[in-house]
């Protein structure tokens, strides 16, 4: 009986310590909020330092939700793409955003919206939200959850913000037409007091030649009483045209396209005629230091068809008809040139050497003939001579 009666007590014992230790766990489990959060200490992450670092608030123990609106409307009305601000920056306005929020809702947490009360039953209240707490922010606007809401707010926010932005270019657009039209105005008043200026000089230029006509000073003029041959090279001819024309030609005028259609064939004939005199200063088959100094000259002549095509293509830009366009200078076409223009030259020289050794001949034989007539004539003038000298 003693030992059922020392067991039966030690389990009693047992069984009372349990309940007390689980009463004890029950009631450090449903302490205050505020307690658990002096045991944990105040420790914010640096994400949420570096909000309100961006929202130049001074600390985040000591910031009021107005300090925080407050800073969060002066940092939007200078980064706000819609702003107008030389600092707009919607990259930084979003940055900005998204600060206001994470310190919006640390807030949320850490202050009691009646002054310092605590927050009983939070595990109780987590997840959920009392009806009419949904439509205390985004103005009332949208429905369904806060995510949904939130979204749908940001939609009108862009649309109220596209309107704002046609409203304001309309304003705009109406201001310049107005500006414009005064313009307008002001054009047509000049161009009209011009037009009475030049009416009045015509009428008094008319009325001079009238006067003059009174007087027969046109009497005297040649071709008095003819009619004007002046177009009768174009009878199609616009008068004006064709003496605008006649005055820039008397004036030594002539169009872009002439001077370098001009330019292109004096630097055509120049580069040609240096290839046709140094291929023909060198022999035919060319020795190894012909073939250098050819070489040399080539290269120079290419340098300068890479200029000349230069100024070939800005001529095919500015020329009036695209028949008369040109096209590039190649060195492997002018070469080809060069040495046939070089070989006909000496042909030509060969042959010209061979009439001038023909000419030649032909005089010496010429010349001998008449020296053998002169020998011949005097032969019988001097045995006439010595014939009468006999008789005598």
């Known amino acids: 009986m003693t030992r059922p009666a020392m067991g039966y007590t030690s389990h009693l014992f047992c069984a009372r310590s349990n309940f007390y230790s689980g009463c004890l766990l029950l009631i450090l489990s449903r302490q205050s909020p505020s307690l658990r959060a002096l045991s944990s200490g105040p420790q914010i992450s640096r994400s949420l330092k570096e909000s309100y670092r961006l929202l130049q608030l001074p600390d985040e123990g000591h910031s009021s939700p107005v300090q925080v609106k407050e800073a969060y409307l002066r940092l939007a009305k200078l980064y706000h793409p819609d702003s107008g601000a030389p600092t707009a920056d919607p990259g930084l306005f979003a940055r900005v955003e998204e600060a206001y929020r994470a310190v919006l809702a640390h807030q949320s947490k850490t202050k009691k919206p009646d002054g310092g009360k605590e927050v009983e039953d939070e595990d109780k209240s987590r997840g959920t939200a009392f009806p009419h707490r949904h439509y205390l922010s985004y103005e009332g606007v949208g429905s369904g959850t806060p995510s949904q809401r939130e979204r749908q707010y940001r939609q009108i926010r862009v649309d109220r913000a596209s309107e704002q932005v046609l409203d304001y270019r309309q304003r705009e657009h109406e201001r310049a037409?107005?500006?414009?039209?005064?313009?307008?105005?002001?054009?047509?008043?000049?161009?009209?007091?011009?037009?009475?200026?030049?009416?009045?000089?015509?009428?008094?230029?008319?009325?001079?030649?009238q006067e003059s006509m009174a007087?027969?000073?046109?009497?005297?003029?040649?071709?008095?009483?003819?009619?004007?041959?002046?177009?009768?090279?174009?009878?199609?001819?616009?008068?004006?045209?064709?003496?605008?024309?006649?005055?820039?030609?008397?004036?030594?005028?002539?169009?872009?396209?002439?001077?370098?259609?001009?330019?292109?064939?004096?630097?055509?004939?120049?580069?040609?005629?240096?290839?046709?005199?140094g291929r023909a200063k060198l022999g035919d088959p060319m020795t190894p230091k012909d073939q250098s100094q050819w070489e040399q000259l080539c290269a120079s002549v290419e340098e300068e068809l890479v200029k000349l095509n230069k100024v070939v293509d800005n001529y095919n830009l500015i020329v009036p008809m695209l028949n008369m366009q040109m096209v590039h200078f190649s060195l492997s076409r002018e070469i080809e040139r060069a040495v046939k223009a070089a070989r006909q030259h000496r042909l030509e020289q060969q042959r010209e050497r061979e009439k001038e050794r023909e000419r030649r001949k032909e005089e010496k034989k010429r010349a001998n003939a008449i020296t053998r007539q002169k020998n011949t004539k005097q032969g019988l003038m001097s045995w006439m001579k010595n014939m009468l000298r006999l008789e005598n």
């Not at 500006?179 to 008094?204: C, F, H, M, P, W």
């Not at 820039?248 to 292109?264: H, K």
Request: glycine share 6%.
């Open 215 to 277: 007087r027969g000073d046109f009497r005297n003029l040649s071709g008095a009483g003819k009619p004007l041959n002046k177009f009768e090279h174009n009878p199609y001819a616009d008068p004006m045209t064709h003496n605008l024309n006649r005055i820039l030609i008397d004036n030594g005028y002539q169009p872009a396209w002439v001077v370098t259609q001009r330019d292109i064939r004096e630097n055509t004939a120049h580069i040609r005629k240096r290839l046709l005199e």
């Open 177 to 209: 037409a107005a500006a414009e039209g005064a313009l307008v105005e002001r054009d047509i008043r000049q161009r009209s007091r011009k037009i009475k200026i030049t009416q009045a000089v015509e009428r008094l230029v008319e009325d001079l030649i």
